[in-house]
Structure formats: C-alpha cells, structure tokens
C-alpha cells in the first residue's frame, strides 16, 4: 500500500494545497522528539523537490533548535475529506530568521501575519504515500484566530522579549539561535 517517490507530483502538490493542516516533526541527536500541527496559509511548494513553510511565534522553538542539531524534518499531511490519504515528506531543512535575506524572499510568497518568526525550507529526499484508511472524516469549520490576535495585542517590543524568553532554547536546553548572526 505504501508508495515511496524521489519527488512531488502534480497530483499531490495539490493535495498539499487543499490541506488545512500539517504536521512536522524533528529531532537531535538526543533529547525529545518534537511533533508538531501547523495550519493557516503557512506552507508552499516551491518546487517537486523543494518546500518552505512559515512559522508563527508560540510556547516553543524546537523545530529551529533541533535542526541546528541534525537537519532531518518530516512533514505529514493526511485526508480528513475524500480519498483517504497520507503523506509524508522525508528530507533536510535549514531555518530562515528576519537577519537573512532568504526570509524577505519568502515573506512575500505568504499572507502578512503578525508574530512571523521564521522560515523554515526543506529539501525534500523521499516521498511516500500510504492508504490512511485508519483516518477519520473531519469536516473542516474555520481557522483559529486566537495565536494571529494574541501577536497583534503584544505588538513588536512585546513579542520580541517573549521571543527571547520562550524562544530562545529548546526544552531540552538547545540553542535555537533566533537572535544570533
């Protein structure tokens, strides 16, 4: 039932593009696995091998510390509407913060949203369906808005303290490098 594919087809570049959400999961070498749900406008496929994804300020910074660590990131998606599906992208990824010149380069490929932290681009290795017959229907109601006002109500100073607060390491204790050139 599994299919493994060297990159992304058309047919499932635009799966991706009907899906509400995502989920990416990365890990260093030791320490916790962290996997995470990601919605709203925040993922593009630039290219069959290539994806980027925005990533709102929130509690934790792991994805940007575990990848400083060892590059590995996976990206899952899965069908809660029609055909069952699941998706899973298997590559490398490195993160882009306001001090690159990638991040204005894909800031403009996505909705402006207050709290936009990084960038985070993925080469992608391996491709691989599978049924996701096990997945449940879910009908999709309507995106959050709570993490979009809580970053408007905090505005620039406000968000920046908290980033250096809660974004700085990881909850292992690694280095996410989000203030450093």
């Known amino acids: 039932m599994a299919k493994q594919l060297p ?9 991706i593009e009907n899906q509400k959400v995502f989920f990416v999961a990365t890990a260093a070498t030791d320490g916790r696995i962290n996997l995470s749900p990601k919605g709203m406008d925040t993922l593009r496929v630039l290219s069959p091998k290539k994806i980027v994804w925005l990533n709102l300020t ?10 400083l660590k060892n590059n590995r990131m996976t990206i899952m998606f899965c069908s809660f509407e029609g055909k069952p599906l699941i998706l899973r992208l ?13 991040f204005n380069e894909y800031a403009e490929l996505f909705p402006k949203l207050p709290g936009t932290r990084q960038f985070f681009e993925m080469d992608v290795e391996m491709v691989q369906t599978s049924c996701g017959y096990e997945v449940p229907f879910m009908d999709f109601k ?3 808005t709570q993490l979009k006002d809580w970053a408007e109500k905090q505005g620039e100073e406000r968000l920046e303290n908290y980033k250096k ?6 909850i292992d204790g690694f280095e996410t490098k989000i203030f450093e050139d």
């Open 58 to 67: 929130g509690s934790g910074n792991e994805t940007a510390a575990h990848l």
């Open 7 to 15: 990159e992304i087809d058309s047919k499932l570049i635009a799966f």
């Open 142 to 144: 309507e995106e959050r």
């Open 90 to 102: 298997y590559g490398k990824a490195k993160a882009y913060h306001e001090r690159d010149s990638e």
């Open 165 to 170: 607060e809660k974004n700085s390491f990881s």
